[in-house]
Every structure is written in structure tokens, then in C-alpha cells.
């Protein structure tokens, strides 16, 4: 069974997908483009979006009450853009950027907003000479 949305995009239970070790998404026997999801009272809904098998574009989690829980943004099965924690109320307890998979800057929020922990990559850090070969590799 698939589900249609606005935009003709396919929507697949979770169930129905199936992924191997190398987390390529099928469906059918064939690499899965479309969105991904689970809808549990309990835990909420899930979704994520792939395209020819690969993530590709907005994961995204919510809590049973409908809140959006949190968001993060793929290419290519990696991480690539922001990912965003939110807690119940609907404020951000979490926020990251990732390029290429390298986590680049984050920052934890008390319940008021306030910065309590941030970082951001620096030239000497082990993974900026890994960030510069793959810039170098896929672009910026």
C-alpha cells in the first residue's frame, strides 16, 4: 500500500522498506525513492526521504502530540545541514551543522534560549583535514 501526498510523493510504511548494511533503502526489490514512515501513538511519527535508495533531504521525528521532536538533513546517506532538537514545548534544546557528515558548529539552549554549549571546528581539529578532502572531493 502507498500513500500519495500533494506532490505526488511516494509515502511508504516503514515496514515495507527494506536496507542493507550499506543503508540502501528498497522497496520491491527496487532502490527506494520517496518518504519512509512510522506512525506509533506512542512514540509519535517518523519519517525519512530518500532518493534512488540514499537519504536525501529532511528526516523528521515528532512527538505523539504532533510537536515536531527533531530534524536533520541528508545527502547521500550523511548528514549535510542542520540538525535541530526540539523539546516538547516546542523550543530548541539543539542545534548542529554538518558538512558531508563532519559536525562543523552546534549549540545546546537552556529552556529560556540561552547558549550553554557551543562549538565550532577549528583548523586544528582531526576532523578539518578530513572536512578539506572531501570540500576538495564533492565541493562545498
Same mark, same amino acid.
Given at each position: 500500500m #502507498?500513500?500519495?501526498?500533494?506532490?505526488?510523493?511516494?509515502?511508504i *510504511?516503514?515496514v515495507l522498506?527494506h536496507?542493507?548494511?550499506?543503508?540502501? $533503502? #528498497?522497496y520491491?526489490?527496487?532502490?527506494? #525513492?520517496?518518504?519512509? $514512515? &512510522? @506512525?506509533d *501513538?506512542e512514540?509519535?511519527r517518523?519519517?525519512?526521504?530518500?532518493? @534512488?535508495?540514499?537519504? &536525501?533531504g529532511p528526516?523528521?521525528d515528532? $512527538?505523539?502530540?504532533?510537536q515536531?521532536?527533531?530534524? #536533520?538533513? $541528508?545527502?547521500?546517506?550523511?548528514?549535510?545541514?542542520?540538525?535541530?532538537?526540539?523539546?516538547?514545548?516546542?523550543?530548541?534544546?539543539?542545534e548542529?551543522i554538518?558538512?558531508?557528515?563532519?559536525l562543523?558548529?552546534?549549540?545546546?539552549?537552556?529552556?529560556?534560549?540561552?547558549?550553554?554549549?557551543?562549538f565550532?571546528?577549528?583548523?586544528?581539529?582531526p576532523?578539518?583535514?578530513?572536512?578539506?578532502?572531501?570540500? &576538495?572531493?564533492?565541493?562545498r
Amino acid at each position: 500500500m #502507498t500513500d500519495q501526498d500533494d506532490q505526488n510523493v511516494v509515502r511508504i *510504511p516503514d515496514v515495507l522498506l527494506h536496507y542493507d548494511a550499506e543503508l540502501v $533503502y #528498497t522497496y520491491n526489490g527496487q532502490r527506494f #525513492t520517496g518518504i519512509g $514512515y &512510522e @506512525d506509533d *501513538p506512542e512514540r509519535g511519527r517518523s519519517e525519512i526521504s530518500c532518493v @534512488d535508495g540514499a537519504q &536525501e533531504g529532511p528526516s523528521r521525528d515528532w $512527538y505523539p502530540s504532533g510537536q515536531l521532536k527533531g530534524e #536533520t538533513i $541528508y545527502k547521500g546517506n550523511v548528514r549535510d545541514g542542520h540538525n535541530r532538537e526540539f523539546r516538547e514545548d516546542g523550543s530548541m534544546w539543539l542545534e548542529e551543522i554538518y558538512e558531508h557528515g563532519v559536525l562543523v558548529r552546534s549549540a545546546r539552549f537552556d529552556e529560556n534560549g540561552n547558549v550553554i554549549e557551543s562549538f565550532e571546528i577549528s583548523e586544528d581539529s582531526p576532523s578539518f583535514s578530513q572536512l578539506q578532502r572531501l570540500w &576538495e572531493q564533492f565541493g562545498r
